[in-house]
């Protein structure tokens, strides 16, 4: 089965650009959580949806915004780019929206903002 | 809100010596822990997990965890490392959101085997 993906691997953008990244889950799983990380750092919380309805929310500002589609899909949408925005952004999947359910990674999106 | 605190960022060790990486949490209620380790360009790979039971958790690639409720640790160990093994870890404490959960991760810590 194929695991976590995300598109586009890289990305680059200019400061006050908007960008869409996606994310598709492991067949089977409802679950969608979204996470920055910046370099050197840990990942950092931004979202959690479940059965397509937001779960929680990070510390991140409103220019960061996400949805979950029918087949449990999701899009992380960021406006507004700062220079500051430019991170690893990583999507993980689990089978429901609990915290017993183990989060598997995708490989992430590096997005350099300029 | 639930925290970790891993206490060295990182950890230099030759090939096929011990090593134990060493993470702090804090909370006052139940907690779900977490090591995952991130290899150079990649996501992130899920080592082992402390949900309840027995404190001493075994994972993936020869590596165990220990979890103690009294000091707030679950140290993460390996009797005998290997060169494959250096990479980042991560260790991570669940955390209950409104209706969801949320994995706080600490800093990270840079393991080097060094042959």
């Known amino acids: 089965d194929a695991g976590v993906t995300q598109s586009p691997t890289h990305l680059i953008k200019t400061r006050g650009q908007h960008v869409t990244l996606r994310c598709s889950p492991i067949s089977g799983h409802k679950s969608v959580s979204w996470y920055q990380q910046v370099l050197g750092q840990g990942p950092q919380f931004i979202f959690q949806?479940?059965?397509?309805?937001?779960?929680g929310r990070g510390n991140f500002p409103d220019r960061f915004s996400a949805r979950q589609f029918p087949n449990y899909s999701s899009e992380l949408n960021v406006n507004a780019l700062l220079l500051g925005d430019s991170a690893l952004y990583l999507c993980?999947?689990?089978?429901?929206?609990?915290?017993?359910?183990?989060?598997?990674f995708g490989p992430g999106t590096r997005l350099t903002v300029t | 809100a639930q925290s970790v605190t891993q206490l060295d960022s990182q950890v230099p060790v030759f090939e096929e010596a011990p090593v134990e990486l060493r993470c702090n949490y804090s909370s006052s209620v139940s907690v779900y822990l977490f090591w995952y380790v991130q290899y150079p360009n990649q996501g992130l790979q899920l080592l082992l997990k402390y949900l309840s039971g027995s404190t001493l958790v075994k994972g993936i690639n020869g590596f165990e965890a220990e979890f103690n409720k009294s000091q707030t640790s679950f140290h993460l160990r390996k009797p005998s490392v290997h060169i494959s093994d250096t990479a980042e870890y991560f260790c991570a404490v669940s955390e209950a959101l409104n209706s969801g959960y949320a994995l706080n991760f600490g800093k990270g810590t840079s393991l080097l085997v060094t042959p």
């Open positions: 949806y479940y059965e397509k309805e937001e779960r």
């Open positions: 993980a999947s689990s089978l429901a929206g609990t915290s017993y359910y183990e989060q598997y």
